[in-house]
């Protein structure tokens, strides 16, 4: 616990520094596509990514709450765990995470390797363990032919492999070429005059102070209701979870804005159903900003504009059971 409270208040202070810099230049960059990744991990990745056989039930993969063909989330208030249990807390997406200072809503996790294990190991979403999880991937021979060509290893599999090939795989999962990276690279074309009014009123509002970065956001943890107090209807309580810190309670990593169309609900615990409902919110509780229609509608079609290309690849195709392998126990 002393490990992660340093590495959150590392992370914190950074971020803030972070945030201070965006504000003097405006903070936004258009996305890069992906560069210096190992295609081979990033292939045994995606193979992981995909497979339900990391799951106690043999059900649930990290693509069932981070659904690759709904902009990186499943698009649901809180996500379905193990056993049909309800989560506490809104799947962010997984697109752009590899961009984020931290993972999880409460930065508990400081990079994607160390995010990977924990759904796995958590009682609440996949139920397995790791060390079982490990022997159903060592029972699969093609698993153990891969790992082995991609680890360049002899040994057998282990979950800082699994860990590290998940990861690979997910840092490729970037969304470049949104018509709003399009303006930002020069094409003023790119964007409609109502599109180029809610990108005004988003930077002269503030909402670039928290939403910054290639990503528009990860970049620091901020309070929920700053000049308002929220009504959360999630028990999560932030930041302080991971610190204990009272001045951390009720702070989250400021999510993302790419691809935002696609990723509702919204907030850490899914309650705004629109992004016209979520931009009110924001602005009154955050900001002290009450927008008007008009202007609620310009910032709403600016962050339409934020789609980018998504992930394109063929699905991957999994490697057959042995018949050491556990069978699938959806219903246990």
């Not at 379905?80 to 997406?93: A, F, L, V, Y």
Request: with cysteine; charged share 20%.
């Amino acid at each position: 616990m002393k490990f992660v409270t340093k590495a959150v208040s590392l992370l914190m202070l950074t971020a803030t520094t972070a945030t201070m810099s965006a504000l003097a230049g405006q903070g936004i960059q258009p996305i890069s596509p992906v560069q210096d990744i190992n295609l081979a991990l990033v292939e045994l990745g995606k193979k992981l990514y995909f497979d339900p056989r990391l799951s106690k039930s043999g059900f649930i993969s990290c693509n069932s709450c981070h659904n690759l063909s709904m902009g990186g989330t499943d698009n649901l208030k809180t996500s379905i765990g193990h056993n049909w249990q309800r989560g506490p807390i809104n799947s962010p997406t997984v697109l752009n995470s590899s961009m984020a200072i931290a993972q999880f809503w409460d930065g508990r996790a400081p990079d994607l390797k160390t995010q990977a294990g924990g759904p796995i190991a958590n009682p609440g979403e996949m139920a397995f363990t790791h060390t079982l999880a490990v022997d159903v991937l060592n029972s699969i021979p093609q698993y153990v032919t891969e790992f082995q060509q991609a680890f360049g290893a002899k040994s057998e599999i282990t979950i800082d492999q699994v860990t590290t090939a998940i990861a690979e795989f997910e840092k490729t999962l970037v969304t470049p070429n949104s018509r709003f990276d399009q303006y930002l690279l020069g094409n003023r074309d790119a964007l409609s005059n109502q599109e180029k009014a809610g990108y005004k009123l988003f930077k002269g509002s503030g909402c670039a102070g928290c939403h910054n970065g290639p990503a528009m956001g990860g970049t620091s943890f901020q309070k929920m209701g700053i000049v308002e107090p929220y009504e959360a209807t999630s028990p999560a309580e932030g930041v302080y979870a991971v610190t204990g810190k009272d001045a951390d309670r009720f702070k989250f990593k400021v999510p993302t804005l790419r691809n935002v169309a696609l990723t509702y609900p919204y907030f850490h615990d899914g309650e705004a159903r629109t992004l016209t409902e979520a931009v009110d919110i924001m602005g009154r509780l955050q900001l002290g900003q009450k927008y008007t229609d008009e202007e609620n509608a310009q910032i709403v079609a600016f962050l339409k504009t934020l789609t980018g290309d998504q992930p394109s690849f063929q699905l991957p195709i999994l490697p057959p059971s042995s018949e050491k392998t556990p069978p699938p126990k959806p219903f246990e």
